[in-house]
């Protein structure tokens, strides 16, 4: 059984910088491509950041290129999110999630995951 947990999230001040982890489980990591998705109050969900399986290629929303980095280790079968300048506009639930296997690798393209976490809440003060 695929299990996928984040954590890591909190109340933060905004400029300050919070770390998620997302731990998978049922699954063997190397082979997937993976990423991150964020809702806001009253949003869709949205594309955050993606890693290949091999964590050689990374992708970004423009909304938060230069300041989150998404890094994974394979061997810990986990996969990260570095968050650092957080603005307010970050605030949301985070949710880190498999892309499924052997399909068209489109990054943002939610509807390609098919496992995905509980979610983390993010809160950035002014």
């Known amino acids: 059984q695929v299990q996928l947990v984040e954590s890591g999230g909190g109340l933060v001040q905004a400029g300050g910088s919070l770390s998620l982890s997302c731990a998978a489980s049922g699954l063997t990591l190397t082979s997937y491509n993976m990423g991150w998705f964020r809702r806001a109050p009253g949003k869709e969900r949205g594309f955050v950041a993606a890693?290949?399986?091999?964590?050689?290629?990374?992708n970004y929303a423009d909304s938060v290129k230069g300041r989150f980095t998404i890094s994974r280790d394979n061997a810990k079968s986990t996969v990260y999110l570095q968050m650092d300048s957080l603005k307010p506009e970050d605030t949301a639930v985070y949710y880190c999630?498999?892309?499924?296997?052997?399909?068209?690798?489109?990054?943002?393209?939610?509807?390609?995951?098919?496992?995905w976490g509980q979610g983390t809440q993010v809160t950035v003060s002014s």
């Open positions: 999630a498999r892309y499924r296997p052997q399909r068209n690798y489109v990054p943002s393209r939610k509807s390609e995951y098919d496992y």
């Open positions: 890693i290949s399986s091999s964590g050689g290629s990374t």
